[in-house]
């Protein structure tokens, strides 16, 4: 199993338009910074090779040619908001790889908002004229809920993105035969964050991998500034922490140079279990 950052950036991506600031204009290349989404990559026990999204964001067609990333066998969605879900119209071509449609998760509310949105896949009999658009199957997410899709269990909960009630992710084989001291997971995958209710410490516990919002050193409404992440991730003691969501505020290297040990910035691309 793997677990692949498409990208790692905030909803302005990074170099951020009009900018010339050190971290847009950056030569590094781990400055540079899609729309924050992930991928789960497995194979499972009849020998498929398997491939869950989190999030499809409007860099989705570069990221998935970036990763060669061919099929798609769902997409979860955290919530509702521009950069995690307006590139839902590039799984079409998932379609015509795999010749099937593509599973989507989310919670009603975020379905609720994609049906509006994409009225022309999800309300196709209504287009004036026929064209090529993605087929979707819409399932609903519940928190506390978990799901299994090919041998993986995923299990959403709450988390809170300033006022907005959205999704988090504690993903973890459905049936592992012996634990694996090298494993990533049990993963918890935590964008968007600003707080954690009471419930959600259950869900984190015992993760090996925490990814977790970072947004930037000052005070944000909606997000967790560096700092705020930094003293999650002590409480949650992941073996790993890698940060996500990141402004053009933290430049890579200079910021990771001053985290703890454990915790680092994660970057495009980069690919844990390789």
């Known amino acids: 199993m793997r677990f692949e950052f498409l990208g790692t950036g905030t909803s302005a991506g990074v170099p951020t338009i009009g900018c010339g600031c050190d971290v847009c204009s950056s030569g590094d290349p781990r400055d540079a910074r899609l729309r924050t989404s992930a991928l789960v ?3 499972d026990s009849t020998g498929q090779d398997r491939a869950i999204l989190l999030d499809a964001g409007p860099d989705l067609r570069q990221q998935a040619l970036r990763a ?16 995690h879900t307006f590139g839902l119209d590039e799984v079409r071509r998932f379609n015509v790889t795999m010749n099937a449609p593509v599973d989507i998760y989310a919670e009603p509310h975020t379905l609720d908002h994609l049906k509006r949105v994409y009225k022309h896949i999800f309300d196709r009999a ?12 819409a399932r609903r997410l519940e928190p ?16 809170l993105h300033g006022r907005l009630p959205i999704l988090a ?3 973890e084989p459905a049936s592992p035969a012996l634990p694996d001291p090298a494993s990533l997971f049990p993963l918890a995958y935590c964008t968007d964050v600003s707080a954690f209710p009471p ?8 993760v090996r991998t925490l990814v977790l919002d970072a947004l930037r050193r000052r005070h944000h409404p909606t997000h967790l500034t560096l700092d705020q992440a930094v003293n999650i991730a002590d409480r949650v003691g992941a073996q790993r922490t890698w940060l996500v969501h990141m402004s ?12 703890p040990e454990g915790v680092a ?10």
């Open 41 to 43: 990559r497995f194979t």
């Open 68 to 83: 060669n990333l061919d099929r798609l066998d769902a997409i979860l969605f955290t919530h509702n908001h521009v950069d």
């Open 126 to 137: 209504s287009n004036v004229q026929d064209s090529f658009i993605a087929s979707l199957v």
């Open 144 to 159: 506390g809920v978990a799901l299994e899709l090919h041998g993986l269990r995923i299990t959403p909960f709450r988390v």
């Open 169 to 171: 992710f504690r993903i």
């Open 199 to 206: 419930e959600a410490w259950a869900s984190l516990s015992g």
């Open 248 to 259: 053009h505020d933290l430049p890579h290297a200079a910021t990771n140079a001053g985290l």
């Open 265 to 274: 910035l994660a970057h495009d691309g980069l690919v844990l279990g390789a």
